[in-house]
């Protein structure tokens, strides 16, 4: 049944790995380079990661990006979550094509449009640009994110669950908070981790608004890479890499060995063995 | 349940109102600036609006609007007209690129063994998760004429002079197709794997030959996710201001970049206001068919 | 089944038998009323200005096909559809405006509904603590309820640690551990298989009279409505078609839907042609000419001659002989036997009558032989008593 899996299909996903994960390789290689050339291998070193400690312009800027990233992403999961519930609980509500709408076309809205009608916008309430305008912008397109990642989670719950809590005399308030946010709460938290993940990310919308005094990660890198490629810069990036591979993995490890758990449970319970 | 219609009306009411204030409104913000004309000062156009002044002042500052932004975008001496249809050409030409290669990755995903998808489906996303300015710096090492790929092929004896690569429209389709890869894949992905197996013992059983097979059954049904896949890439990849920048030459022509420039070198916010509406209404017909494909996949029952 | 059947209607209480039957005494008060209820979504009416009464005590089922509407009706009960028109009232208090978390009833949902981050213990006890009853008065109730299900072992365990059967009696458990002024059962043993359903059914109706409880159920299985109830709503396209118990269903159906919507049955159009003394003929064949058969039906109906009507005959009402019967020339033709199916228990026997007209015939197998004496193609005679048929004028 399963001969499907062919030489073909081997050889589509070495070759598309291959190509995913070599550049991120390199890079993470020639972070360890003790020559100063980034092309040319010197020999291993730390030097690089020991260099970054002391460049206060890098840390202030990751400092600067973590804020940014953490806050906008905890509102932006608030925001998205609230709009995935009105967009699968509500049936048709007056304005609603509107709505979608606007909560689908940041997903493909090109960064600079975005960027720069939310600097216009700024501009125009006189909001003073800076830390608050970047978090501001960031909650508004990363809510989208979230609330697709929500809404897809709300579109296979079982609704009787909520009818059951009512049923037995729980008011809708509380329904929510005991039985439907803990049900969707693996969707809400890997949106959040994608909110953040987008905003420790962007470069094109927080150039458009900041403002002076603060300069996020992304753009300080971006300044020093179109100086040219530096060890300094692929070092930081390995970093970030590290980090996110570590948070990934784990993630997908313990949902992963849940998964088995309740795997294991259910076909014992099939298999009529505790009872 | 009258008495829950007002958290209900809350519920809708936060979101639609943070997204019409902060996505909806600046749109019209730009509108009007792309009318208005560049001046030395704070904000750097005029006229500006002082609904403080009285129907008279307004009126004197809509009297003062008019599209010479658009048509000096739209002359064919400024390079605009051709940085629009430069993006749309290599925004295309990626899309493509990006079906032929995430195709087959896909593919061979949705057919995996079942133990190995979750797996094989964290090792796409992961790479989406490090940054994007990571993912196109780590090509610049790559790319540059002393760069990896040059030693690599030189050693192999296959060239002796270094490809040009780096700052070529070459290193932009490389950069577009390289980090827009993940966003081709996952609804192809999502589209084969839903798809029944049996159809093609079906289709075999009936006669039908296996590579016959792939286009009159597999093909037809992945065209969601492909249509989903190629509109996911190709919009964001109009407007695309880091890859060119990054990547790409002096004579890579990208609107995103045009509009960049026109910002932040030249300091006109009302030509780069002009530009983003053009780009906006470009693309406003591809944004309309993918929310009609993401609803119809959110909703559809 | 149908044996089972005529005593569900009497229920022994300290050893004497009782028929229960508040519907036929008029001093009874209804626990629940619809009355004129209808209900639209948008352009479709799931109920159409209907009224009905429900007693204390009683297993009533709502018995129809998909979309007929019992769900509509029952989810108005439970408060998670409000009508468009009409009343419902539950002890004589009208119901509507009222959110479904503040109403006395409760329901057992046909997915269940368990809370899967909840354990068992805690799925029962959840609509306790809404009620914020005291914590020890929760573990007594809670512990009760496990007794009831026989699930004490299993409270600490998580739903998805559980099987489909142990499933349903948690959700049993907690829709009834409020003791509900009604228990709502939406088609509540649809995903068990067939032989845990058969046992679960009449663990069902020991509950209930253990529990002296009203219990309302939906279900589209008309076996187990017949098997449950103490009297069964047919309904079809948002209106009541007959509300009666279970043998009366069976035996004297309203209409032709009816008669077809639960069990097999044998119709064959006609013209009355007299109706004297509790017995109606009736002519078959749609000229009422002599062509067709002459068919006696002993039964006491509102038809007068010329009439269209339809005679409806169960099939194990109907005999079938090789030789033509000695004792009756009433309701006897020939016919040919067209097909068999051997089911074991029973032989279902399919037979065309000279006009054209097929009959079917179910007889039970009562000897190990197994060839048995009349086979395809066989000159038969099928016969049926006069009281064996019913007379449906709708």
Redesign the interface.
């Known amino acids: 049944m399963r001969k499907g899996f062919s030489a073909f299909n081997v050889t589509a996903l070495v070759l598309g790995f291959t190509f995913l994960y070599v550049p991120i390789l390199l890079l993470v290689i020639y972070s360890f380079n003790a020559s100063r050339l980034v092309t040319v291998w010197g020999g291993f070193s730390t030097e690089w990661y020991w260099k970054l400690l002391e460049n206060d312009q890098l840390l202030d800027a990751a400092w600067v990006t973590l804020r940014v990233a953490f806050i906008s992403a905890s509102v932006a999961t608030v925001l998205g979550t609230l709009a995935a519930i009105a967009l699968t609980r509500y049936g048709r509500f007056t304005g609603r094509t509107l709505f979608s709408g606007m909560i689908y076309a940041p997903l493909v809205m090109p960064d600079v449009i975005t960027g720069l009608s939310l600097l216009l916008l700024f501009v125009a309430v006189n909001f003073d640009r800076g830390f608050w305008t970047i978090t501001l912008a960031h909650i508004t397109f990363t809510m989208c994110f979230v609330c697709v990642v929500v809404q897809s989670r709300l579109v296979t719950f079982d609704r009787s669950l909520e009818e059951a809590a009512l049923d037995l005399g729980c008011p809708p308030l509380r329904t929510f908070f005991v039985i439907t946010l803990p049900i969707i709460l693996p969707a809400v938290v890997s949106g959040w981790m994608l909110a953040f993940t987008l905003s420790l990310d962007d470069l094109v919308i927080a150039s458009f608004t900041t403002g002076p005094g603060a300069t996020t990660l992304p753009m300080r890198i971006y300044s020093q890479v179109r100086l040219g490629v530096t060890p300094e810069i692929n070092a930081i990036c390995t970093i970030l890499i590290a980090i996110v591979t570590v948070v990934v993995v784990s993630a997908s490890i313990v949902t992963k060995r849940q998964e088995i758990e309740r795997q294991k449970a259910e076909r014992l319970a099939a298999a009529g063995v505790m009872e | 349940?009258?008495?829950?219609n007002r958290?209900?009306w809350l519920?809708?009411a936060?979101?639609?109102l943070?997204?019409?204030a902060?996505?909806?409104?600046?749109?019209f913000?730009?509108f009007k600036?792309s009318l208005s004309q560049d001046v030395t000062a704070q904000?750097p156009y005029e006229p500006v609006f002082d609904l403080s002044g009285g129907w008279d002042v307004i009126r004197d500052a809509l009297g003062q609007l008019n599209f010479d932004n658009y048509s000096y975008v739209l002359s064919w001496d400024n390079e605009f007209l051709m940085a629009y249809v430069s993006s749309l050409k290599i925004a295309a030409i990626s899309t493509f690129l990006l079906l032929l290669?995430g195709y087959?990755?896909a593919?061979?995903?949705a057919?995996?063994?079942k133990s190995i998808r979750?797996t094989?489906l964290?090792?796409?996303?992961?790479?989406f998760?490090?940054?994007?300015?990571?993912?196109v710096?780590?090509?610049?090492?790559?790319l540059?004429p002393?760069?990896?790929l040059n030693?690599f092929l030189s050693w192999l004896g296959a060239i002796d002079q270094p490809l040009e690569l780096l700052n070529t429209d070459t290193a932009v389709y490389i950069g577009i197709v390289?980090s827009y890869?993940p966003f081709m894949i996952l609804p192809l992905y999502s589209a084969l794997e839903k798809m029944d197996?049996t159809l093609?013992e079906a289709a075999a059983d009936l006669g039908c030959p296996p590579l016959a097979a792939f286009w009159k059954i597999t093909w037809p049904l992945s065209l969601p996710g492909v249509f989903a896949g190629c509109?996911?890439c190709f919009?964001?990849a109009?407007?695309?201001?880091?890859i060119p920048?990054?990547l790409g030459g002096s004579d890579t022509m990208m609107i995103?970049k045009s509009?960049?420039t026109e910002?932040?070198v030249n300091r006109s916010?009302t030509v780069?206001?002009a530009v983003?509406v053009l780009?906006?209404i470009v693309?406003v017909v591809?944004?309309v068919f993918?929310?009609n494909i993401?609803?119809r996949q959110?909703?559809g029952r | 089944m149908s044996s089972g059947v005529a005593e569900k209607t009497q229920t022994t209480i300290g050893g004497i038998r009782r028929t229960f039957a508040p519907w036929t005494d008029p001093s009874a008060v209804h626990l629940i009323r619809y009355r004129n209820v209808t209900k639209r979504f948008g352009s479709f009416t799931a109920v159409d200005d209907l009224s009905l009464d429900i007693y204390e005590r009683e297993f009533f089922a709502l018995l129809g096909p998909s979309g007929c509407g019992k769900t509509t009706l029952m989810r108005m009960l439970a408060g998670f559809e409000e009508p468009t028109s009409g009343q419902i009232t539950l002890a004589g208090e009208d119901l509507v405006g009222t959110p479904p978390y503040r109403r006395p009833v409760n329901m057992m949902f046909q997915s269940y509904a368990l809370f899967p981050h909840m354990s068992v213990w805690d799925n029962i006890a959840f609509g306790l603590k809404q009620d914020g009853m005291g914590k020890p008065d929760i573990a007594v109730r809670v512990e009760e309820m496990l007794r009831l299900v026989k699930l004490e072992a299993f409270a600490r365990r998580k739903p998805h640690q559980l099987s489909g059967g142990q499933r349903q009696r948690v959700a049993l458990a907690r829709s009834l551990a409020k003791r509900p002024k009604v228990l709502l059962l939406d088609e509540p043993l649809g995903a068990l298989d067939k032989k845990l359903r058969e046992e679960t059914q009449f663990e069902l109706m020991d509950i209930q009279m253990k529990l002296g409880m009203t219990f309302l159920i939906v279900t589209h299985d008309q076996e187990e409505a017949m098997t449950v109830a103490d009297r069964i709503a047919v309904m079809d396209h948002g209106k009541l078609i007959q509300v009666a118990p279970p043998a009366v269903i069976y035996e004297q159906p309203a209409s032709r839907y009816v008669a077809g919507f639960v069990g097999d049955v044998n119709l064959m159009a006609g013209r009355v042609e007299s109706n004297q003394n509790g017995l109606v003929t009736v002519r078959t064949g749609s000229g009422g000419d002599s062509a067709g058969m002459r068919l006696a039906v002993a039964q006491e109906v509102q038809t007068g001659a010329g009439d269209e009507v339809w005679v409806a005959v169960r099939p194990e009402k109907v005999r079938v002989d090789r030789e033509p019967p000695a004792d009756t020339n009433v309701n006897c033709v020939s016919g040919e036997v067209w097909d068999i199916g051997y089911l074991g228990d029973l032989s279902v026997y399919h037979i065309e009558l000279a006009d054209g007209t097929r009959v079917k015939a179910v007889r039970p197998n009562l000897t190990r032989m197994v060839e048995r004496p009349i086979t395809w193609e066989d000159k038969v005679w099928v016969s049926w008593t006069p009281d064996a048929g019913v007379v449906l004028t709708r």
């Open positions: 349940m009258a008495r829950s958290e209900r519920v809708v936060i979101p639609y943070w997204l019409a902060l996505f909806l409104v600046p749109f913000i730009v600036i904000p290669v087959p990755i593919y061979a995903m057919r995996a063994p979750p094989l964290m090792l796409v996303i992961l790479p998760w490090t940054s994007f300015l990571i993912r710096y780590s090509w610049i090492g790559i540059s002393e760069g990896l030693q390289y890869l197996e093609l509109l996911l919009i964001p109009v407007g695309e201001f880091v920048d990054l995103g509009l960049w910002f932040s916010w780069a206001s983003a780009l906006l693309l591809p944004i993918y929310q993401q609803q959110m909703e």
